[in-house]
Nanobody, 115 residues
Framework: QVQLVESGGALVQPGGSLRLSCAAS????????MAWYRQAPGKQRELVAR???????NYTDSVKGRFTISGDNGKNTVYLQMNSLRPEDTAVYYC?????????WGQGTQVTVSS
C-alpha cells in the first residue's frame, strides 16, 4: 500500500506563494492520476488539481491560472505550486489518486492565507 506524506503548508499573506509536496512510499507509484484536494473548515473535501493518465493537468475553476500541479516519478513526488494566494484558499491540502481505488489519506498540510 502506498503511504502519502504532504508537506509545505504555512501561514502566508494574500498574494503570496507556496509549494506543496506529496511524497509517496511503500509500493509502486505513478504521478499520473494523482490529484491535490483541499478541505476548508466546515466544507467538504474538493479536488483542486489533477494529472491525467495522459499527463495533462486539470484544475478547478477557482485555482486556474494560479496553481500548477506537477510531479516527478523518479522521486515519487507530486507538487502543487500555488501563486496569488487568497484567503479562500485556506484549507488542509491532501494528495491522493483522482479516482477509486484511492490510497489511505495522509494527514495533509495546513495552508492559511491571512494578513
Amino acid at each position: 500500500q502506498v503511504q502519502l506524506v504532504e508537506s509545505g503548508g504555512a501561514l502566508v499573506q494574500p498574494g503570496g506563494s507556496l509549494r506543496l509536496s506529496c511524497a509517496a512510499s511503500g509500493s509502486v507509484f505513478s504521478i499520473y492520476n494523482m490529484a491535490w484536494y483541499r478541505q476548508a473548515p466546515g466544507k467538504q473535501r474538493e479536488l483542486v488539481a489533477r494529472i491525467t493518465r495522459g499527463g495533462r493537468a486539470n484544475y478547478t475553476d477557482s485555482v486556474k491560472g494560479r496553481f500548477t500541479i506537477s510531479g516527478d516519478n523518479g522521486k515519487n513526488t507530486v507538487y502543487l505550486q500555488m501563486n496569488s494566494l487568497r484567503p479562500e484558499d485556506t484549507a488542509v491540502y491532501y494528495c491522493n489518486r483522482d479516482s477509486f481505488p484511492r490510497y489511505f489519506w495522509g494527514q495533509g498540510t495546513q495552508v492559511t492565507v491571512s494578513s
